[in-house]
Structure formats: structure tokens, C-alpha cells
């Protein structure tokens, strides 16, 4: 395998100057110089694209693919030079060219490809993927647009079209002779072949044409590459001449329209039909086009297709590829003529479903009328995979109703895809420990009884590379130093850091560099806010997206809280805090907008008030997104966990703030539990009802908020700030979020995520983190301790059980 050649990239980045753009370096403009280098990194990268996949087929090895509706996965190239160890060698041409690679990673666009936890996890997998030497596809869609890229105005959030194709994706490679024909609507028809065979043919359809694009994976230091593949719609036919001459203009170029919209953006507002449909259209598009490609790659050098689940494994992250399921099931037996019985046989033993909710209502359901006229031919088959499922639950359950309420896949008109998911997949995980004995013991407590063998955990991972090596260089390099750098694809490594924690130099070294990493984002605020923030401060950061159940309006209501006792008790002891906030909210979703709100209309009246010297700073950081989180990870003092109980899956900024550092303040909910398993209760701030009290609560239909609001005046004080004009003049702009405190909407559970009732247990872990910091020397041991018990957290650590314990997979 070659190495890296110094001279060759040099001659590279001038060329493909040259030959893109017809300028030399001094010509060029920072974005174009950003695409040279990039072509010349994608050029080395290239042929061990090609070596690790003629290796693949050599061996003839067992893929996964990774099926996932999202893939957040930062800017590429900075990663890319850190995983082929080419670092120093690329600094060093680019500084004799006169270019500076941190400037030129800035010209990158963060892909549009995710938003939020479930997004960042597919690509961290991806990344241990091909560091582990695993071979995978990861498979999802293009989008145009992304969700939307966040503008703040006035306060407001104001979703806008992120354009992050604007100077097109120089990584990328299109893939035109895999492209895949995909079917939606029509009717289907049904004959007999000549051996007696029921034959299903769907007819009077539209379709489109799916194109993949290539992204590389590369492993670090491995020369192993894997691929992303993200597909793309392309109408089937251009334009329908023959419903053009007959006056049916709209029809003559529906097929265009459909691929136009099918691609354009991440989670497509669904309050309304025509939302919903686009979302189904979009979840069958990518399924389908990677599901017809992976077979068709398996019997290129497969003669049985009976066989496939021997070398292609389906993991569904989450819901969203649900009709996986239902579209193998398809070909087999459609293409490949197999009985049911065969075809299910194979289904079952290819197909795996991560499950990353514990609510119920996140559970995606669809209308049937909605399923069955778009996706006919599956709908039949997930109708005959329910029947013969509710034929078996019947059996095994006689006259039990509430099971078949429960358990069946079609119920109360709508097509539930957890319980699809769950019936055709041979394993069913949740991500961190509490997560799946939840999910076991209430969520999908039928199925586990009926299934127990399928039901596994794997607690979700970061990778360490793009949130440590690359995101917190001046931590690396310390880590580096004292300990050797096994941590970089070893992260329990890591472990040895914490004989330096009580060591007073390293201490004073680990605080150091977190300043520095405070001063960098401090710069970064009042370039982007224009807010001066303290670096000597306490960073109190919640980072993540916008939902109810995170409760990011338990922190805003708690920081309302703070500046009245400011504002009461002038001179009360109190160690300044700077409160960073960021986040997006889905475009229908009203209340977490009015939250969004809320924190901004706080932060304006507080950081203009001159009475309180400063004492507290809030931020709220526009459009949150892997490149600014890279800034915003390294620099945080205190990770804001503070989900109520039982309601967060796993959670994965809780990983990367510990890995930075951060100590943490949260609930006993998701992988926090394992955190505080591996640090101890004096190394993070608990607070807060646990999951077995919430639930408790909820069984007895939650508790009466306004006995609390009518006792604390405290609580009323800022309650009632919410709707007495004290932080917007529009009065009523907050009644929603009043109103869902305390109970007044009709048909409403008061309070649902018990924010007023985990409000005192809150504060109180607020004042602890506050008394903690001013050991500075007590507060550095905790945070090294925090880096070096997060070994457990790496992504290497869950692919390498993933690959062992579902997919079967073999290294190369």
C-alpha cells in the first residue's frame, strides 16, 4: 500500500487548481483552494478505496448495512487527513504554500445529511466501522437541503434552506450503474405463471430512478475504507409526451416533480397528509434502492439467494427503514419466485432493528389508507405478515384481546412500524442499559415475553477521533504526552490519565487548556453573537435538539430563577456562570419553538442588565451543528443531562462531554447511569425523580403541579413571569408553555415531564456545582477522572458487540 507522498499532494493541490478552477494558489479564492485540497486528499483516498474492496470480494466477506434516515457527519476533510495520519505532512505543505489548514476546513459545509443524537451515532458507527476494519455500507438519502438551517430573529427560530451543495461535495462519487428504479402507487395485479404460482404485478405506477453517491469511510491509520452510500432521485421518465398531447400538462411532468421533492429535505414537516406522504416516500426510496442493490451485489457472486443472510446483514436504525422488512420480503418473492415460507425464513434471519425510543408516541405509525394506496404491493404483504403473526399470538395467547391490541401490526387503522420491525428482525436492542430493561419490563413488554431471545443491549459510542483527536487538539496532545496515544483506537487506554489526577501540575495543565478551550469559543460567540462572555466563568452547557423531554425548559425556568435571587440579594454569594444553550426545533413542533424563544427573550433582558456585573451570561448558539460542537465540547465546564427519567434513550453529548472534561449535571435516565457507574456520585451532580418514580407517577396518571406553583412562591414568581410580560411585551407569547406547567389545556396531562417537581432538586445540584468549582484543584481531578473512566463510551467498544453478538462479522 502506498504512503502519503509530500511531494505528490503539493503538486496535487496546485493542479487541481489548475485544472477546476484555471488559478494559481495566489488566484484562488479560500473555498476553491478548500477544493483542490480536498480533490487531492480524495485522490490518495481513492485507491485504498479500491484495495479494500477488491480485498472484500477476495474474501468474500458478510457486509452490513446500516439503514438510517440520518447522517450527521461534520465537515469531512479535517477528519479524513487525521484518520490517514497525514496531520503533520499536510500542515507542512499547505504552510510552505502559504495556506492555513484551519482556514481551509472553515470553507467546508457541514453536510445536511442529519440533525440530531440518532444522525451523529450512525456516523460515529461508521467511522469504528472502518477504524475496526469491519466491511459496511452506510445507506441513507441525499438531501438537498438538510432539515433546515437555523436563523435566530428576534429571538425567533427561522428555518431557511441550507444550501450545503452550493459549491457541490468534492468527496462524493456518483454511482450511475447501480442505479435502482423504486415504485410508488398503481394498483397490483395478480396471475398465475405457468407452474400454478400466484404472480403480484404492480401497474399504472410512478417511479423514480435512485443514483447513489459514494462517500469514503476511511479508518484511522488502517488504510481500510468504507463507503456512505446516499441516494438521489432522478425521474424515471423525463417528460410524458403522450399525457402532454393530450392536455394533461401537470401529468406530463409529475414523475419530475416527484424526484425533485423526494430528496430535498431531512424530515419533511408531517402536521398534514401531504408531509406524511413525502416522509413514507422518502423511508421506501432509500430502503428500497439499497435493498434491490444488495442483493443484486450478493448474487453477482452467489448462485442462492436462500443463502443471503450468510453474507448481508439489515440493521435498521430505528423505525424509519421499518419496510425493510417488507421490501425483502418483495423481491424474494416476487424476483426470486420463493414460497412465503422461504422468504420469511430469510427476512427474519437478515434483518436487525435498533430501537432508540421509549416513548410510545415516537413509535412511527402510519394511516392505512395512506400505506396501501402509495406502497400497494408492501402493504399486501405487511397485511399477510400480520395475519399470520395475529394467527400465532392467537394460538399461544387464546382470547386475549389486549395482546392482539398490543402486538398486531395493523390496528386502529394505522401501520405500526415497531411492532413490523420487531416481528421481522431476528434481534431487537435498545442503546444503554436502563433503555432496554425499560423497554423489556413496560414499551415492548409483549414482545419480550413472547421474544426474549431476540432482545439484546448495546450501549450507545462516540468516536474519540473526531471528538478528541480532531475536535480538542490541545487535550489530545496533553493525553499524548503523558500516556502514549493507544487511547486514539483503544479508548479503556484512556485509563491510565487518572494517575495524574490528583497530581497538582497536571491539574493546573488540565485547567489550562481548558481556558484556552473557553477563550476559542468565547471568540466564537462574540463573533457570532455579539455577546462578551467571561472565560473565567463557569460554561453550563445544553447542547442538543429541542424536546420537551429534554427539558431544556427546566434550565431556562432555573436561570429565570437565579437572576431573581440576583436581583433580591445583590451581594448573595454567587460564582458567575456563562449559560450556552443551542439547538434545533422540528418546524411544527410549536412549543419547543416558543422555547427557543423563551431562552433568547431571557438572555436579552439578562445580558443588558448592568446591575448584576455580569454575573450571568446566556447564549444561545445558532444553528448547533457537529462543526460548532467541536468548539463548544472541548470549552464546557458542566453537561447538562437533565432528561426526565425514563424518557431518553441513551443519549451521546453526555459521552462527548465527559470525554472533554465536562462533569456532569443530570438524572438517573439513559447512559447516565453508566456514567455515574464508572465515575461515582462525587465526580458528577445527580438530581432529580428516578425513572421507577416518574413511571410510578404516570401509572397513576402524573401529579398536581399547581399544589407546587400555589406553596413556592419562587415558583410562582417565575411562573408568572411567563405571562406578565417581564421578558417579551407580547403577553401571551409563553401561555403555551404556562399552560403545559400547569394543566390547563383540556384533554392534557399537567406538567408531563415533571419539570416543576425536579425544580428544587435542580437548584440544589446548581448550588453544588457552584461550591465545587471554587476547588479548582477538586474540580480538576473530577474532570480528569471523567476523561479516564470514558473508555467505555467509545463507538469501537459498541460496533466490536454489534459485530460479534448480531451481525456476525469478520475483520480484515
Known amino acids: 500500500m502506498k504512503e502519503f507522498n509530500k511531494t505528490k499532494f503539493k503538486y496535487n493541490v496546485e493542479n487541481y487548481l489548475k485544472i477546476l478552477f484555471r488559478k494559481s494558489i495566489e488566484e484562488a479564492s479560500e473555498q476553491q483552494i478548500f477544493q483542490a485540497v480536498s480533490y487531492s486528499i480524495k485522490e490518495y483516498i481513492v485507491d485504498l478505496w479500491i484495495e479494500t474492496h477488491k480485498e472484500y470480494e477476495s474474501r468474500d466477506v458478510k457486509f452490513v448495512y446500516y439503514l438510517s434516515m440520518e447522517f450527521l457527519m461534520g465537515r469531512v476533510l479535517g477528519n479524513m487527513i487525521i484518520n490517514l495520519k497525514a496531520d503533520e505532512t499536510v500542515r507542512e505543505v499547505l504552510e510552505e504554500l502559504g495556506l492555513n489548514l484551519n482556514s481551509i476546513e472553515e470553507e467546508e459545509a457541514d453536510p445536511a445529511l442529519g440533525n440530531g443524537g440518532l444522525g451523529r451515532l450512525a456516523a460515529c458507527f461508521l467511522d469504528s466501522l472502518s477504524t475496526l476494519g469491519y466491511p459496511a455500507y452506510g445507506c441513507g438519502i441525499r438531501y438537498k437541503y438538510g432539515m433546515f438551517e437555523q436563523k435566530i430573529e428576534n429571538g425567533f427560530q427561522i428555518e431557511v434552506p441550507d444550501n450545503w451543495l452550493k459549491y457541490g461535495n468534492p468527496f462524493e462519487m456518483k454511482r450511475e450503474e447501480y442505479a435502482q428504479e423504486v415504485k410508488f402507487g398503481g394498483y397490483v395485479r395478480m396471475e398465475r405463471d405457468g407452474e400454478g404460482r400466484d404472480k403480484f404485478i404492480q401497474e399504472n405506477y410512478q417511479s423514480v430512478i435512485a443514483i447513489p453517491y459514494d462517500i469514503p469511510i476511511v479508518g484511522y491509520g488502517n488504510h481500510i475504507v468504507n463507503t456512505l452510500r446516499i441516494w438521489d432521485a432522478k425521474e424515471a421518465n423525463t417528460f410524458n409526451l403522450d399525457s402532454f398531447d393530450k392536455g394533461d400538462y401537470l401529468k406530463a411532468v409529475e414523475e419530475k416533480n416527484l424526484a425533485n ?37 450478493y448474487m453477482e457472486n452467489h448462485k442462492d439467494i436462500r443463502k443471503i443472510h450468510e453474507k448481508v446483514c439489515f440493521q435498521l436504525n430505528d423505525t424509519h427503514p421499518t419496510v425493510t422488512v417488507a421490501e425483502l420480503m418483495r423481491i424474494l418473492l416476487d424476483d426470486y419466485n420463493l414460497s412465503w415460507e422461504e422468504a420469511w425464513e430469510i427476512t427474519n434471519k437478515t434483518c436487525a432493528y435498533t430501537n432508540h425510543t421509549i416513548m410510545t408516541e415516537a413509535l412511527e405509525k402510519w394511516p392505512i389508507d395512506l400505506f396501501s394506496k402509495l406502497l400497494p404491493r408492501i402493504y399486501q404483504i405487511v397485511d399477510e405478515i400480520n395475519r399470520r403473526f395475529l394467527l400465532v399470538v392467537e394460538s399461544r395467547y387464546p382470547g386475549d384481546k389486549l395482546k392482539i391490541k398490543n402486538m398486531a401490526i395493523l390496528y386502529g387503522g394505522e401501520v405500526r412500524m415497531a411492532n413490523l420491525a420487531i416481528i421481522g428482525s431476528f434481534s431487537v436492542n435498545g442503546v444503554a442499559k436502563i433503555h432496554t430493561e425499560i423497554l423489556k419490563e413496560r414499551e415492548l413488554k409483549d414482545f419480550y415475553e413472547m421474544y426474549s431471545e431476540k432482545f ?35 479508548l479503556p487506554a484512556i485509563k491510565k490519565i487518572a494517575d495524574y489526577a490528583e497530581d497538582m501540575t497536571a491539574q493546573k495543565e488540565f485547567m489550562d487548556i481548558k481556558y484556552k478551550n473557553k477563550i476559542r469559543l468565547a471568540d466564537y460567540i462574540y463573533k457570532h453573537n455579539g455577546i462578551e462572555v467571561d472565560p473565567n466563568s463557569i460554561f453550563d452547557v445544553q447542547v442538543k435538539r429541542l424536546h420537551e423531554y429534554k427539558r431544556q425548559l427546566l434550565n431556562i425556568l432555573h436561570i429565570m430563577h437565579l437572576y431573581n435571587q440576583l436581583k433580591k440579594y445583590p451581594d448573595m454569594d454567587f460564582y458567575p456562570r456563562t449559560f450556552i444553550l443551542g439547538g434545533k426545533a422540528s418546524a411544527g413542533y410549536k412549543i419547543a419553538k416558543a422555547i427557543i424563544k423563551l431562552i433568547n427573550s431571557v438572555a436579552d433582558v439578562i445580558n443588558k442588565d448592568e446591575s448584576i456585573n455580569g454575573k450571568i451570561k446566556v447564549v444561545f448558539i445558532e444553528n448547533y451543528r ?35 472534561g465536562a462533569l456532569t449535571v443530570g438524572t438517573m435516565d439513559g447512559a447516565n447511569v453508566e456514567i455515574f457507574e464508572e465515575v461515582g456520585e462525587e465526580n458528577m451532580f445527580l438530581f432529580g425523580l428516578s425513572s421507577k418514580e416518574v413511571m410510578e407517577y404516570e401509572l397513576h396518571g402524573g401529579y398536581d403541579p399547581k399544589e407546587i406553583y400555589d406553596s413556592d412562591a419562587e415558583i410562582q414568581l417565575v411562573l408568572d413571569q411567563l405571562i406578565n410580560g417581564c421578558y417579551f411585551p407580547d403577553h401571551g407569547l409563553f401561555n403555551d408553555i404556562y399552560k403545559s406547567l400547569l394543566g390547563i389545556h383540556k384533554n392534557e396531562k399537567a406538567d408531563p415531564y415533571f419539570i416543576l417537581k425536579d425544580f428544587h432538586s435542580y437548584e440544589l445540584a ?21 476523561v479516564a473512566k470514558s473508555g467505555k463510551f467509545s463507538s469501537d467498544r459498541t460496533i466490536e458487540e454489534y459485530a460479534a453478538e448480531i451481525w456476525k462479522l469478520k475483520k480484515i
Open 261 to 297: 421533492t423526494i430528496c430535498e429535505v431531512l424530515y419533511p414537516n408531517d402536521n398534514h397528509y401531504a408531509g406524511k406522504e413525502l416522509r413514507l416516500k422518502q423511508q421506501y426510496f432509500f430502503v428500497s434502492a439499497t435493498i434491490q442493490r444488495a442483493v443484486s451485489k
Open 456 to 490: 439484546n443491549n448495546k450501549t450507545n459510542g462516540i468516536t474519540q477521533r473526531r471528538f478528541l483527536l480532531h475536535g480538542n487538539p490541545l487535550l489530545a496532545e496533553w493525553i499524548s504526552k503523558k500516556i502514549g496515544d493507544e487511547w486514539i483506537t483503544n
Open 626 to 660: 457537529v462543526s460548532n460542537a467541536e468548539l463548544i465540547f472541548p470549552a464546557a465546564d458542566v453537561s447538562e443531562q437533565i432528561s426526565t427519567a425514563s424518557k431518553e434513550a441513551s443519549g451521546t453529548g453526555n459521552m462527548k462531554f465527559m470525554l472533554n
Open 766 to 786: 446548581q448550588r453544588k456545582i457552584g461550591k465545587a468549582y471554587r476547588d479548582t484543584g477538586a474540580w480538576a481531578k473530577s474532570a480528569i477522572i471523567n
